[in-house]
């Protein structure tokens, strides 16, 4: 079993490798269909299994159009992780949509729109005196 060290290393590694095919290497229409990016790998302690998180920009059609070209695109993703990463064994390679983004840009509106209904202070009130 690999030290956390070494699977930092690895993850990152895998994250810079996908995100250069995603932009470069993956021929798939379906892939292009929204803005792909890498957000995160997490990777198993014995590097055997790595689930890449993406985060897709687009309609919710370009997003499922995205989602499936990635995960029909998984072989090959793994073949090239192995001749660009030098590992005994290349992991097996499973993406995810991360849902992060957009959660955090619901909760900036939210809090948007609390700061909106709540009354400006009265600045004729003071109670510092």
Do not use: C, W
Not at 31 to 40: E, F, K, L, N, Q
Request: hydrophobic content about 35%; charged content about 35%; overall charge negative.
């Amino acid at each position: 079993m690999a030290n956390s060290r070494r699977v930092s290393r690895v993850s990152s590694l895998i994250k810079r490798e996908v995100s250069q095919m995603l932009l470069f290497d993956i021929k798939d229409d379906r892939v292009g269909a929204g803005m792909v990016s890498v957000t995160d790998v997490d990777l198993s302690g014995d590097l055997q299994h790595a689930k890449i998180f993406v985060s897709i920009y687009g309609t919710e059609e370009a997003k499922v159009e995205t989602m499936e070209g990635l995960k029909s695109s998984e072989g090959y993703v793994r073949k090239e992780l192995a001749q660009r990463i030098r590992l005994r064994r290349a992991p097996e390679v499973r993406f995810f949509e991360d849902h992060g983004i957009e959660r955090g840009d619901k909760m900036l509106h939210l809090l948007n729109e609390i700061r909106e209904t709540i009354p400006p202070e009265d600045e004729s009130y003071n109670t510092e005196d």
